[in-house]
């Protein structure tokens, strides 16, 4: 059987763009070279590696999805990390998450999730609240760089609830 990898390197490229995402934000997300993806995107690679199944999660393929794009078909998206259970105040769904938001929800570890208030000028009290999800950019990380990154929040979080009280 024989294998399209220009093919899926296109299909990779075009999921990629669609959610917003840039090619050197992605290689950060994977933590290789933005040459590596590149490669990638015009198939110039002959076998499945981490990194590709790494690269189609990413932009929300299921992982039989690489499969299918070789062999002629179309890849399968994934369902949104935890969109379905998500309900408003009223108890209607809310309207679809961007795909890129998907995408950085679906890739790496939950770090962290807060919901601030978000001020308002008469000193009342607040008409909307800013949900504020930490994701670490991959899965694999060690826990020195989860500490780093958690580190790295507490600051921004700080700061965040700073900028609000002002």
């Known amino acids: 059987m024989d294998r399209d990898w220009a093919r899926l390197g296109a299909a990779l490229k075009a999921a990629r763009e669609d959610l917003g995402l840039e090619q050197q934000q992605v290689a950060e997300q994977i933590g290789v070279k933005r040459g590596a993806l590149r490669n ?5 690679f002959s076998r499945v590696t981490p990194t590709v199944r790494t690269y ?13 794009v070789l062999a002629g078909g179309a890849p399968t998206p994934t369902a ?14 809310p309207d679809e998450l961007p795909l890129r938001i998907k995408a950085a929800l679906a890739a790496g570890p939950l770090l962290d999730a807060v919901v601030i208030d978000l001020p308002t000028e008469d000193g009342e009290d607040p008409e909307a609240q800013m949900v504020v999800i930490v994701k670490g950019r991959r ?6 760089q989860i500490r780093k990154a958690l580190l790295q929040w507490e600051k921004t979080e700080a700061q965040i ?3 609000g009280s002002q």
Request: proline letters at 5%; a negative charge; charged letters at 30%.
């Open 40 to 44: 990638i995107e015009i198939g110039d």
């Open 56 to 68: 189609a999660r990413i932009v929300g393929w299921t992982d039989t999805s690489i499969e299918e």
């Open 80 to 93: 949104p990390t935890g969109v379905e259970e998500v309900t408003t105040a009223d108890g209607t769904t």
């Open 139 to 144: 899965g694999d990380a060690t826990p020195e």
């Open 161 to 163: 609830r700073r900028s």
